[in-house]
C-alpha cells in the first residue's frame, strides 16, 4: 500500500516571464508539492480551493490527485506572475490569493492519523499557517511539515520562526533562511538547530540542499540541470522529500532523490515533467558525509 501524505496549499494560474518570453501555466506550493509526492511514489490528497468547473489545464491534476477544499470559481483562483532572472534570482511581480480565503482549518479532515505526512505549503499569510499547524495537531497528524517564502519570512519573521519550532520538518530555501537567522555556518552547522527528531531542509539552487538532523549537517550535492524554468523547484524537492521519507528512506536519501526530480522539473515549463509518465533518470552525483 503507497503512504498517504496530505498537502495543505492553493494551486493557482501563473504567468512567468523567462528569458525574454512569457509562459502561462499553472502551479502553486501545494500544487507542485503534490505532484512531486505522487511522481516518487505517495498516494496524496491535495487540500486546496477546488474550482466547481475544472479548466482544462487543470485537469491532468485532478486525475493524478485526491483533490478535496471549499468550492470556488475558475476565476477565483490564486493568480502569481513571476519573472526569474537566471542564477536563482527571481522576483514576485504580482500575487492575488483569491479564493484562498475559503481555505481554513475548518476544511480539514477531523482525523488526519491516517496521513504518513501533513504538510502546510506556502499561504498568503504565516499566522494563518501556524493556525493550520495547531489544527492539525489537534486532529493527530503523526508528522507535520511546512514550508514558506520570502515575503511572510521578512514580514512575519517571528510567526515563521514559531512554525519552525512547532512542525516536525521544515523546508526553505538559503535566502529565506538567511531572512530568518542572520547567518548560516554551513561549515560548521547552522544557525537553527532542530529539535530532537526534527528535520530541516535548505536548497541552495545551483548548490545543492543541506539536510539538519539536530546538531548534523549533511550535503546534498547539486543535480545537474539545462535549467529553463526554476518555479516550484522548492516545492518539488519538499513533495518528493516526502514521498521517501513515507516510504522508510533516511532523510539524506530522500533528499538526495528530491534534488534529482526538481533537477528534471525545471528543465521543463511548468508541473510538466512532474505530470509526465516518463521514468526519472538516475542520480549522476554521489551522496556526501555529514558534518557533525
Known amino acids: 500500500m503507497k503512504p498517504r501524505i496530505l498537502v495543505i496549499g492553493c494551486a493557482s494560474r501563473d504567468r ?17 508539492t503534490a505532484l512531486a509526492a505522487r511522481r516518487l511514489g505517495a498516494d496524496v490528497t491535495l487540500l486546496a480551493p477546488r474550482p466547481t ?13 485526491h483533490w478535496l477544499g471549499p468550492a470556488i470559481e475558475a476565476n ?30 475548518q476544511c480539514l479532515p477531523a482525523d ?25 495537531r489537534a486532529r493527530r497528524a503523526p508528522r507535520i511539515s511546512a514550508g514558506t517564502y520570502f515575503r511572510i519570512v521578512q514580514q512575519e519573521t517571528a510567526t515563521v520562526r514559531a512554525i519552525f519550532e512547532q512542525a516536525d520538518l521544515f523546508f526553505m530555501n ?24 526534527g528535520l530541516l531542509f535548505i536548497t541552495f ?9 539536530g546538531d548534523r549537517v549533511t550535503p546534498i550535492p547539486p543535480e545537474p ?19 521517501g521519507l513515507a516510504q522508510g528512506k533516511s532523510a539524506v536519501v530522500s533528499a538526495h532523490d528530491a534534488a534529482v526530480l526538481a533537477a528534471r522539473k525545471i528543465e521543463h515549463i511548468g508541473p510538466a515533467f512532474l505530470l509526465a509518465g516518463e521514468p526519472l533518470p538516475p542520480a549522476t552525483s554521489p551522496l556526501c558525509q555529514s558534518t557533525d
Open 16 to 32: 512567468l516571464h523567462i528569458g525574454g518570453c512569457t509562459y502561462d501555466t499553472i502551479g502553486g506550493a501545494g500544487l507542485y
Open 53 to 65: 468547473v475544472m479548466p482544462s489545464p487543470f485537469r491532468p491534476v485532478e486525475a493524478q490527485l
Open 76 to 105: 477565483e483562483l490564486p493568480h502569481l506572475e513571476i519573472a526569474h532572472y537566471g542564477e536563482g534570482k527571481a522576483a514576485l511581480l504580482h500575487a492575488s490569493w483569491g479564493g484562498e480565503i475559503s481555505l481554513t482549518p
Open 112 to 136: 488526519l492519523s491516517g496521513y504518513s505526512f501533513v504538510h502546510i505549503a506556502a499561504l498568503s499569510s504565516a499566522q494563518k499557517m501556524l493556525e493550520f499547524l495547531r489544527a492539525c
Open 174 to 197: 538559503e535566502n529565506e533562511a538567511l531572512g530568518l537567522w542572520g547567518s548560516l555556518r554551513v561549515a560548521g552547522g547552522v544557525s537553527a538547530r532542530t529539535r530532537e527528531g
Open 205 to 213: 539552487d545551483r548548490r545543492g540542499a543541506i539536510v539538519v538532523e
Open 225 to 243: 540541470a539545462r535549467e529553463l524554468d526554476p518555479t516550484g523547484a522548492g516545492d518539488t524537492f519538499c513533495g518528493a522529500t516526502l514521498a
